[in-house]
Each structure stands twice: as C-alpha cells, then as structure tokens.
C-alpha cells in the first residue's frame, strides 16, 4: 500500500520557484487560444520566479498544495477588489498544474482559501473568471458560484469578457 501526501499551506518565499513553474504551465494549458501566442508568452515571462519571490516577500496572502512536497497548485487571495459587490474576500488566482487536475486538488485549494478569507473576517466570496477559460467557468459554477456580475479585461490585443462569481458567507449568521 502506498500513502499519498497532501498538503495544502501558506506559500513561503523558498516556494517562488515551483509556484512560477505552477503558473507556466497552467496558464499555457488554460489560455493557449484564448489569448495571442505573444502575449500569453510575454505575461508568462513577466511573472518568473523573481517576480514571485517579490510578491511572497511582501506577504501577498498565498497558499500552495503539495502532491508528496511538491507543489501542483496555488491560490493569491485577499479583500476583494469589486467593492460594489457584497463580498468581503476574493480568490484572485488559483491554478493547478495541468497533469494534476482533475482529482480534487482545486477543490482543497478553493475550500481552503474560502476558509482563510472568513478566518481573517472577510465574509462571502467573489472570484473573476475570464468566460472563455471554459476550466474556470465550469469548475466555479459547479461549487456552487452564482454568477453576480460581468465585467472584461484587455490582455494584449484581445478584450476579454469576464464572469463575476460570487458565494456567500460560510457562516452566515
Ligand atoms: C479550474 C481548476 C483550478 C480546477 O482544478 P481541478 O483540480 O482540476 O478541480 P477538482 O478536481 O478539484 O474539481 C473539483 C470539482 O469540480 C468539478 N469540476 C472541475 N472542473 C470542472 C469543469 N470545468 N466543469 C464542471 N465541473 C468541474 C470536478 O468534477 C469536481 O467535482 P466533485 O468535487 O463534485 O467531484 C483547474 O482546472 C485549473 O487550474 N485550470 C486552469 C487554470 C484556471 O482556469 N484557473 C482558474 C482561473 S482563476
């Protein structure tokens, strides 16, 4: 019988590398046809493990899972950013890499950032799907996400129609 460790934790600053493999390889996977080869290149060089390394030490609200102390997937959250919506907390980013999706691994991510967010008082949850990214739209749809708002973003030459989804408090009381 073979035991198989996982663990999700906050990102350390030691992490940045994995975590900017993490970002390569999800973002090829999940906007490969969505945005401009160009592009998608460009926004991947951008966030290398430098600039990763630079947001972990000035304690962007991160956490990592680990498949046997590697690191597969991560999620930046934080207050959310549409202050027109009744959502205290928000999942800005979360990626798995593609040869672990599929067996719960978001899930755990995505749970354990809602968790994190109610735990420091940010109450309800609203994340930002670009709708073409037909992974994130389905995978928040089916956790429940009601979609609250739309909104749209220019990356390169494209402007890109974006979903707002949105939970409410885990605890509503
Ligand atoms: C979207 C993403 C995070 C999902 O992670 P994952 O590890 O593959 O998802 P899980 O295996 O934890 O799936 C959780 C549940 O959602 C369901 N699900 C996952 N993707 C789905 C989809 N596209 N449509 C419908 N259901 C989906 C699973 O069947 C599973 O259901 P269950 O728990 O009830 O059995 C992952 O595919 C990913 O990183 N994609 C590329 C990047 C991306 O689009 N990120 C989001 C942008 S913010």
Redo the contacts with the bound molecule.
Sequence with gaps: MSIVSIDVRRARTEDAAEIAAVHDA?WR??YRGILRGIDLERMIQRRGPAWWEKALKRNVMMLVVEVQHRIV?YATLGPSRMHNLPFGGE?Y????TPE?????????LFEAAFETLERIDLKGLA???VKA???????Y???GGRPVAESGETIGDRELAVAIFGWPPINAD
């Design positions: 999800a996977y999940a997937g999942i980013e979360l990626y798995v672990f999706q599929g067996v719960g691994l978001g899930r755990r994340v930002r799907a990214n037909d992974l994130a739209v389905g995978f749809e089916h956790l």
